[in-house]
């Protein structure tokens, strides 16, 4: 009741092995990419740590450096195996690891699957960790005088400047905080006290924004300061003008770009998992075959190979009691309650005769 | 009386030609490395042509890609020459084909001497071309909206962030050139009437320039207009203040950056003629060993390799003599033609004065 039994030939056996220790080979290369696409996420991300608030999202470039090293020495070990699975003598080095080895992979190749779908469901934890850093950051831009802070001003301006974005979501987060610092500002002004009453908080609040969301492709010079008022400006309409600045939010923006990322890196894991699927079936098989030609005597001749020996129901029961009964090694088995002191006989019926049997008596010669 | 001679037995033929082998395929991938370089070079200059008058400074690029796909052709022929130099049969065949790559091979090399030469040479023409290219993308930086010129605003602002510059020699020269249409100048106006009547042209100049001058590692939002009036900003210093905007002029910025990335591969390209210089003499060395093995009783025998058969002045008075003999060749051609004309021009006189000469006692 083997599930999806194959036979396999003396050659047949040889070539599964050729084919493993090829595709084993493959799968460390396949380990190396991921390895290096986790280093460059890793170094995507803290290039603009500074705009991400204190959200968990390293964890995901963590997994795949790991993921990576680990299919790089497992896929070795494998293809060392694979190779030396071809000549029976060597094979029998590497007979008592095979099954641990089998057992494994098949945990790693779970592992990767679950890499793969955090992959897609980063979106959500970098969404609210832009949400809360670009805030954060907006608001001081202009504490250029503060340590820790002065360098944010420099940071935001560069990111817009480089993603052709404004704000949070759009140019107007900025019409909302003081971006410009109170060093610069006059305060025996009469315009600047009146802005400074007009709210609640006594903040400088104006309808401008800094130069880094100037739109290069705008057929006019910047318009910067006063952008509501349309009286301000010649020839000028606010809410028809679409060129002068950057349209699209920098939550926006940076998330599209990190999507983009992650969506190729989340491809190249599951190319990588189903790699892995192929190698742990073929290691299967050629682990089963190559066991039942043991047991069977001559290296030559053919064997089945398996991917499970009794059904899946069967096996999972022989599993958990096999668990149940390693755990159950050092106990003494009171559960019947019997007293340990008192001499059961045994019950079993195999006969072998009265232990007093004299010693047989050689009367030749 | 030979050049440098060496003597090559059997077994060091063969390394030669082994070593040759592999040193005439680096010099393929030397070659690939040259072609690369030269493409690099040329799509980095083409991608700024808008701000640069003349293409001058192309002849760089375009040798570098010449000499590299010759040089691939080149070594390529010499890994053959190589293969075949120790087959007998074969080798013969290459006789007439080595003097001529012995030139290409020579050429090569003072070509690419000639780049390393060039490169610090066309620097200052770089410079007058950049400086030209500049002032024309400030002049028409407010055309927006004639066709040809649309996109030098956007050329010029996207110049100005990447390379961290402003203006050509530095950001007084957006003062001397209006770079706002009067498509958006009021005309109604009484400051911008007084701003257009203050100089002879009715230009609209202002001390002002454009948002892609502002540096972003300035501590305070960029000031952009009345630059020069201290009293129109609040706690600004015309002249101490220094990070507000880029301090460099773009012709400087984009000088340094060409002459940065022709002075990185300076090395490169130097040890490549170096490479090739050892494969022309190892080559050299390789074809009289062989020829000479050849040409003894037992092939298998040592023979003398050279760089020259003869030395240097002689073989330079040979050479000049042959050359010399074949100009001579030329020239006797058409004084014989003239000679021999003349002849022919002598007999028909001769038949016609024996026709003459017959016919009156004919009549």
């Known amino acids: ?365 | 009386m030979a050049l440098l001679k060496m003597k090559f037995n059997q077994q060091r033929r063969v390394r030669l030609a082994q070593g040759l082998w592999l040193l005439s395929w680096l010099a393929v991938t030397c070659g690939a490395f040259i072609f690369c370089l030269g493409v690099y070079l040329k799509t980095e200059l083409l991608r700024r042509d808008e701000v640069m008058e003349n293409t001058e400074i192309h002849v760089v690029p375009n040798i570098l890609i010449m000499v590299g796909l010759a040089s691939i052709g080149t070594n390529w022929i010499a890994s053959r020459v190589c293969q075949d130099s120790m087959d007998a049969s074969r080798f013969p065949r290459w006789k007439v084909l080595l003097l001529a790559w012995f030139v290409v091979a020579a050429l090569l090399c003072c070509l690419l001497l000639a780049v390393v030469v060039l490169s610090y040479a066309l620097q200052g023409r770089l410079e007058e071309s950049l400086k030209v290219g500049l002032r024309n993308g400030i002049r028409f930086y407010k055309d927006t909206d004639v066709p040809g010129r649309c996109f030098q605003k956007e050329t010029i602002d996207r110049l100005q962030m990447e390379f961290r510059c402003c203006g050509n020699n530095n950001f007084k020269d957006w003062f001397e050139v209006q770079w706002v249409s009067n498509r958006y100048l009021d005309f109604t106006s009484q400051e911008v009437k007084d701003r257009v009547r203050s100089n002879v042209d009715n230009r609209y100049l202002l001390d002002g320039v454009p948002f892609s001058c502002c540096n972003p590692a300035s501590p305070r939002p960029c000031l952009q207009y009345h630059l020069t009036d201290s009293r129109a900003h609040y706690n600004y210093e015309y002249q101490s203040e220094e990070l507000n905007l880029y301090g460099r002029g773009c012709r400087q910025a984009l000088t340094d950056y060409y002459m940065g990335l022709m002075n990185s591969t300076g090395p490169g390209v130097l040890s490549v003629i170096l490479i090739q210089m050892s494969v022309l003499l190892s080559m050299r060395y390789l074809q009289t060993a062989v020829e000479g093995a050849m040409a003894l009783e037992n092939p298998e025998e040592e023979s003398e390799g050279y760089l020259l058969e003869k030395g240097v002045k002689e073989t330079y008075q040979d050479v000049r003599a042959k050359v010399l003999n074949l100009v001579k060749f030329v020239q006797v051609d058409p004084a014989d033609e003239g000679a021999s004309g003349a002849a022919e021009g002598e007999k028909t006189a001769d038949a016609n004065t024996e026709k003459a000469a017959t016919s009156p006692p004919a009549s």
């Not at chain 1, 007009?198 to 309808?207: I, P």
């Not at chain 1, 742990?280 to 043991?294: A, I, K, M, P, W």
């Not at chain 1, 002191?341 to 009367?363: M, R």
Request: aromatic share 10%; glycine share 6%; proline share 3%.
């Open chain 1, 1 to 365: 009741m083997a599930v999806l039994k194959v036979k396999f030939t003396k050659t047949k056996r040889d070539k599964l092995a050729q084919v493993l220790w090829i595709l084993n080979w493959i799968s460390v290369v396949t380990g190396a990419i991921l390895f290096s696409l986790g280093t460059f996420l890793k170094v995507e991300l803290n290039k603009r740590g500074e705009l991400m608030s204190e959200r968990d999202v390293q964890y995901v470039p963590n997994t795949l450096i790991a993921v990576g090293l680990i299919a790089c020495a497992i896929n070795f070990l494998g293809g060392k195996i694979c190779y030396d699975c071809v000549d029976t003598a060597k094979f029998l080095r590497w007979k008592v690891v095979l099954l641990p080895y089998t057992a494994c992979t098949f945990f790693f190749t779970f592992c990767v699957l679950v890499g793969a779908l955090m992959c897609y469901s980063m979106h959500w934890e970098l969404e609210e960790a832009l949400n809360l850093g670009l805030t954060q950051a907006m608001r001081f831009y202009k504490d250029t005088d503060t340590p820790g802070r002065c360098f944010l001003k420099r940071t935001l301006d560069i990111l817009q400047i480089e993603f052709q974005c404004c704000g949070n979501n759009g140019y107007r987060d900025w019409f909302q905080i003081q971006w410009i610092s109170n060093r610069y500002l006059d305060m025996s002004k009469k315009e600047v006290i009146d802005r400074l009453r007009s709210n609640v908080e006594g903040k400088y609040l104006m309808d401008g924004v800094p130069f880094s969301c100037c739109n290069l492709n705008s057929p006019r010079p910047c318009i910067q300061q006063q952008i509501t008022n349309n009286s301000a400006h010649y020839n000028y309409e606010h809410q028809t003008e679409e060129l002068n600045l950057w349209m699209t939010g920098c939550r926006q923006a940076l998330l599209e770009y990190y999507t983009h990322i992650m969506q190729s890196v989340g491809l190249t894991v599951l190319i990588t998992w189903l790699f892995e699927l192929s190698v742990l079936t073929g290691v299967r098989y050629l682990q089963t075959s190559l066991e039942n030609v043991l047991r069977q005597g001559d290296p030559n001749s053919d064997s089945d190979g398996w991917l499970l020996e009794t059904s899946l129901m069967e096996t999972a029961r022989t599993n958990l009691s096999i668990i149940k009964n390693l755990g159950k090694n050092n106990q003494i088995d009171a559960g019947h309650n019997r007293d340990p002191n008192v001499d059961v006989p045994s019950t079993s019926k195999a006969h072998y005769g009265p232990d007093n049997v004299p010693p047989k008596h050689n009367t030749e010669g």
